[in-house]
C-alpha cells in the first residue's frame, strides 16, 4: 500500500474497526464518529466518499483520537458531549459521562411533578447538569437548583443550561445539601456516587471522576448522608429519588427507612435491574 493509500477514507475506516475491537463494543461506529470529528463533516461524507485521501493534519488529528479511545477514554469525553434525554449534553473529565440508566430518574421525577407546577426541585451531585438540564427543560415553570461539590463540574453543568437557555436553574457549589440547608424543596432527586472503593469495574472507569463514583467500601456513603440530610430540606409530602447500584437496593431501603422516610419504592431500569429508590417524608 503506498503512503497515500494509508490515508484513504475507508482503508483508514477498516484499520480503526480492527484495532478498536478490543477496546469498545460499538468499534465501527466509533471509528466513523471519530473520523467525521477530525474532518468536520457528516457521517453520510464518509460513505460518499470512501476513496477521499486525507491531508496529513487531518490524518494526524484523527490517529490522535484513535489512540485516546484505544486507551479506553470514553467517546464521550474524545467528542466532548453526550446525549442525555435528547440533549446534546456537554461534558468534561471533571463530570461523569451521563449514563442512559438515569433517564429513569428523570422519568419518574417527571411523573411526581404535575405539568403546571411551580415546584422547588433540587438536584444533588448535579456533574454535568443532565438531570436538572432535562428537568428544568420539562418543567420550565419549576426552579431547579442544581448542587456539586466540583467547580469544575458546575463550569460546565452551567455551560449546558446557558446553551439550552434554560433560566430555571440555579447553581451553588458545595458537600450535598450544605449550601441549601435553609431552602424547602418539593422533590430531591440524586445520582450520587455508588460504586464500592474496592470494585475492580473502577479500573474501567478510570478516566471519569472517581469522585462522582466511588463512595466508601460498601458504596453507601453518599446515600447515607443523602438520607441523613434531605429529611430536613424537604416539604411535607416531599419525594426522594436516589440512583443506586442494582444489588443496593435493599440496603438503600435500609438505610432510607433508618432515616425515618416513608413509601420507599424500587424501580428498575430498562435492563430490568433495580435502579432508583423513592421515599417519602411526612406530609398528610
Ligand atoms: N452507573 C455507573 C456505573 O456503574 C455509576 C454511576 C454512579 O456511581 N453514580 O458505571
Same mark, same amino acid.
Given at each position: 500500500?503506498?503512503?497515500?493509500?494509508?490515508?484513504?477514507?475507508?482503508?483508514?475506516?477498516?484499520?480503526?474497526?480492527?484495532?478498536?475491537?478490543?477496546?469498545?463494543?460499538?468499534?465501527?461506529?466509533?471509528?466513523?464518529?471519530?473520523?467525521?470529528?477530525?474532518?468536520?463533516?457528516?457521517?453520510?461524507?464518509?460513505?460518499?466518499?470512501?476513496?477521499?485521501?486525507?491531508?496529513?493534519?487531518?490524518?494526524?488529528?484523527?490517529?490522535? *483520537? *484513535?489512540?485516546?479511545?484505544?486507551?479506553?477514554?470514553?467517546?464521550?469525553?474524545?467528542?466532548?458531549?453526550? /446525549?442525555?434525554?435528547?440533549? /446534546? *449534553?456537554?461534558?468534561?473529565? &471533571?463530570?461523569?459521562?451521563?449514563?442512559?440508566?438515569?433517564?429513569?430518574?428523570?422519568?419518574?421525577?417527571?411523573?411526581?411533578?404535575?405539568?403546571?407546577?411551580?415546584?422547588?426541585?433540587?438536584?444533588?451531585?448535579? %456533574?454535568?447538569?443532565?438531570?436538572?438540564?432535562?428537568?428544568?427543560?420539562?418543567?420550565?415553570?419549576?426552579?431547579?437548583?442544581?448542587?456539586?461539590?466540583?467547580? &469544575?463540574?458546575?463550569?460546565?453543568?452551567? /455551560?449546558?443550561?446557558?446553551?439550552?437557555?434554560?433560566?430555571?436553574?440555579?447553581?451553588?457549589?458545595?458537600?450535598?445539601?450544605?449550601?441549601?440547608?435553609?431552602?424547602?424543596? =418539593?422533590?430531591?432527586?440524586?445520582? +450520587?456516587?455508588?460504586?464500592?472503593?474496592?470494585? +475492580?469495574?473502577?479500573? =474501567?472507569?478510570?478516566?471519569?471522576?472517581?469522585?462522582?463514583?466511588?463512595?466508601?467500601?460498601? %458504596?453507601?456513603?453518599?446515600?447515607?448522608?443523602?438520607?441523613?440530610?434531605?429529611?430536613?430540606?424537604?416539604?411535607?409530602?416531599?419525594?426522594?429519588?436516589?440512583?443506586?447500584?442494582?444489588?443496593?437496593?435493599?440496603?438503600?431501603?435500609?438505610?432510607?427507612?433508618?432515616?425515618?422516610?416513608?413509601?420507599?419504592?424500587?424501580?428498575?431500569?430498562?435492563?430490568?435491574? +433495580?435502579?432508583?429508590?423513592? &421515599?417519602?417524608?411526612?406530609?398528610?
Amino acid at each position: 500500500m503506498s503512503h497515500e493509500d494509508d490515508r484513504r477514507i475507508d482503508l483508514i475506516l477498516g484499520d480503526a474497526v480492527t484495532r478498536l475491537a478490543a477496546a469498545s463494543d460499538s468499534p465501527r461506529l466509533d471509528a466513523e464518529l471519530l473520523l467525521c470529528h477530525s474532518i468536520n463533516l457528516p457521517r453520510s461524507y464518509l460513505f460518499a466518499h470512501p476513496e477521499d485521501v486525507l491531508d496529513n493534519t487531518t490524518f494526524d488529528r484523527f490517529d490522535a *483520537l *484513535l489512540r485516546r479511545r484505544l486507551d479506553g477514554e470514553p467517546m464521550a469525553y474524545i467528542m466532548g458531549s453526550k /446525549e442525555f434525554w435528547s440533549h /446534546e *449534553l456537554l461534558v468534561s473529565p &471533571a463530570t461523569l459521562v451521563p449514563r442512559p440508566e438515569t433517564e429513569l430518574l428523570v422519568d419518574l421525577a417527571l411523573r411526581e411533578i404535575p405539568r403546571k407546577a411551580e415546584w422547588q426541585i433540587l438536584d444533588l451531585g448535579t %456533574g454535568s447538569g443532565a438531570i436538572a438540564v432535562a428537568l428544568a427543560a420539562e418543567r420550565l415553570m419549576c426552579q431547579i437548583t442544581a448542587v456539586d461539590i466540583s467547580e &469544575a463540574a458546575l463550569a460546565i453543568a452551567r /455551560e449546558n443550561a446557558r446553551q439550552l437557555e434554560l433560566s430555571n436553574i440555579s447553581f451553588a457549589e458545595g458537600s450535598w445539601s450544605a449550601p441549601v440547608r435553609n431552602s424547602q424543596f =418539593n422533590l430531591i432527586v440524586s445520582n +450520587p456516587p455508588y460504586v464500592r472503593a474496592g470494585d +475492580p469495574a473502577l479500573a =474501567n472507569l478510570r478516566h471519569e471522576p472517581v469522585e462522582a463514583l466511588a463512595a466508601g467500601a460498601d %458504596g453507601l456513603d453518599a446515600i447515607r448522608a443523602l438520607a441523613a440530610e434531605c429529611g430536613q430540606i424537604l416539604k411535607g409530602n416531599g419525594v426522594l429519588l436516589i440512583e443506586h447500584g442494582a444489588d443496593q437496593y435493599d440496603d438503600v431501603a435500609a438505610i432510607l427507612a433508618a432515616s425515618d422516610w416513608t413509601n420507599i419504592q424500587n424501580h428498575k431500569d430498562f435492563a430490568g435491574h +433495580p435502579r432508583v429508590t423513592a &421515599a417519602r417524608r411526612g406530609g398528610t
